[in-house]
Structures are given as C-alpha cells and as structure tokens.
C-alpha cells in the first residue's frame, strides 16, 4: 500500500520512505543527511530526544522543497 508524498506532489511513497523519489532528490544533501543521521540515532536509543531531533530533520526536509 503506498501513502501519498508528505510535499503535496500527489505521488506514491512506499513504506519505510519519508517521501518520493523525485522529491527527495530535490532536498538538499545537508538536510538528507540531517534525515538519515537523526533517525539512525532515534533507531538506536528510541528516546523521545532522538525522536523530537528526527521531526526537526523531516520537517526541515519536507519544508524545503514546498
């Protein structure tokens, strides 16, 4: 089952994925790494600091290409 993309493109993301592909290589490459480094700790410590830090990255990501 895909849900759709979180920037309003109207296409598909499959699960495990913040967004579509189209979209996440418009984010700029410090806040994909901002995105994969935060959620790598949340994965590892599951504390609700690691998870407030992997919101802030998501939300920076998916903002920057609105």
């Not at 994909?32 to 407030?52: F, H, I, K, L, P």
Request: one cysteine or more.
């Amino acid at each position: 089952m895909l849900l759709l993309c979180p920037t309003g493109c109207g296409r598909g993301v499959r699960p495990g994925h913040l967004m579509c592909a189209p979209c996440w290589r418009e984010v700029p490459s410090h806040l994909q790494r901002d995105v994969y480094r935060t959620w790598r700790a949340y994965n590892r410590g599951y504390t609700s600091d690691q998870w407030d830090a992997y919101v802030v990255a998501r939300d920076a990501a998916i903002g920057s290409i609105r």
